[in-house]
């Protein structure tokens, strides 16, 4: 039997294309012994500096998101130590959370998970507290939908030689980060959200003066695996791994960056125009967004409509339709549903067949929209 390709809507991990997939499975590489391994590898993450905007080195690590936000306050914040965490969305206020578990003091500022950071509100808690030497924030946080205009808030720190920590998870490959531009020190990405290669990898780039952190803390992270240190030790000094390296994943990760990079950098602007019409859309159908304004090209996040059931619904849409889209978490699960229009999915074919099946299941739980159309006028 032919089934139709399954969609998978959610906001990371997305779907794939069969070219990144075929890749993977036909690795035949052993990067333990194999010279075209560093290679290929040093060629990876040239490709992954080129999306990030930054000619500062780049390292990919061997999980998935969450490896590279936590091996960057491991590596970076030193007990005791006070640190900055903006946060206007869960993975904002995960960051303070790493900070404590590694014996740092976060320093956080909480602010309304509807509206975008300031830079405003970093200078007066800075006045407060001038012993601050690093800050932690998040570009898109995904379970809202918001994209945090960094750059002023990032050309700040700089200015102030305060290093910054910032996730872009969700944002590289489909918001601009222009990492060097806006004085961001470490960036941290994952290859399944708009680069849509499979889980697994996370990686980052790191400023000089970030690496000058790592290597002068006065009492160093004993940790192995989570130490950027021993990356430092191996890789950039002298091109050898501390570990083997999962040569299938990096391999698709690399075609996927291909993919991103062939129409680079219109590819940004093909997310912002599909997302701006999805928006168009659910407001035409009467549906409310989640973020007041900052909306991510990447993904979202809208309200979900009184007396429907978020579970039922999502398992009616995967079961009879085969698609699915992402809940939210925290205390946004039940109230919440996101639509991941990144990388594969950023395709206006997937996007129509997407919110043609949304209409679909609606009538089916008896309510009237027409979802595609409407994305298809705005489009056009
Ligand atoms: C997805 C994501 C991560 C990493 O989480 P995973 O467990 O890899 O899904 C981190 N930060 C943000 C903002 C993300 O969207």
């Known amino acids: ?28 590489v052993n990067p333990d012994a194999d010279p075209s391994f560093p290679k290929f590898y040093q060629k990876t993450t040239e490709k992954l500096g080129k999306i990030i905007g930054t000619k500062n080195p780049v390292l990919i690590l061997n999980g998935e998101g969450m490896l590279g936000l936590e091996a960057s306050i491991a590596s970076l914040v030193e007990p005791g130590e006070k640190v900055l965490c903006l946060a206007n969305g869960p993975f904002g206020k995960g960051l303070a959370d790493f900070v404590k578990n590694y014996g740092g003091q976060p320093i956080l500022v909480e602010k309304s998970w ?16 001038p012993d601050i030497s690093l800050a932690t924030m998040v570009h898109c946080e995904t379970p809202t939908g918001l994209l945090n205009p960094l ?35 470490v960036v941290l990405g994952g290859s399944q959200k708009a680069l ?13 003066l970030a690496w000058e952190k790592i290597e002068n803390r006065k009492e160093p992270y004993r940790g192995f695996y989570l130490n950027l240190k021993v990356w430092k030790d191996t890789w950039l000094k002298n091109q050898t791994f501390p570990y083997t390296q999962p040569a299938p994943d990096i391999e698709a990760l690399s075609a996927a960056c291909d993919l991103t990079l062939k129409s680079w950098p219109l590819v940004l602007e093909n997310h912002r125009i599909l997302a701006e019409s999805v928006r168009a859309s659910l407001l035409d159908n009467g549906f409310k967004l989640y973020p007041e304004s900052h909306f991510a090209s990447t993904v979202t996040a809208f309200l979900i409509p009184e007396n429907i059931n978020d579970l039922a619904f999502r398992n009616h849409l995967r079961e009879k339709y085969l698609v699915q889209i992402g809940g ?25 067949r997407a919110l043609k099946t949304l209409d679909m299941a609606f009538k089916d739980f008896n309510i009237t929209t027409n979802l595609a159309i409407s994305f298809a006028r705005e489009l056009d």
């Not at 975008?116 to 970093?122: A, F, I, N, S, T």
């Not at 998870?169 to 980060?177: I, Q």
């Not at 996370?202 to 000089?208: G, T, Y």
């Not at 699960?333 to 074919?349: K, P, T």
Request: glycine share 10%.
């Open 1 to 28: 039997m032919n089934y139709p390709e399954e969609l998978i809507f959610t906001p990371g991990p997305t779907g794939t294309d069969s070219r990144v997939r075929e890749t993977m499975a036909a690795s035949r």
């Open 328 to 352: 939210s978490l925290g205390p946004l699960e039940g109230s919440v549903w996101r639509l991941g229009h990144m990388g594969y999915n950023s395709d206006a074919g997937r996007i129509f």
């Open 151 to 185: 750059e002023k808030i990032c050309s700040f720190l700089a200015q102030k030689k305060i290093i910054s920590i910032v996730d872009c998870v969700a944002s590289l490959g489909g918001d601009p980060v222009e990492a060097d531009k806006n004085g961001m020190d």
């Open 114 to 129: 509807q509206r975008p950071l300031q830079v405003e509100d970093v200078k007066k808690t800075l006045e407060d507290n």
């Open 196 to 208: 849509s290669a499979p889980p697994g990898l996370s990686f980052l780039s790191l400023s000089d």
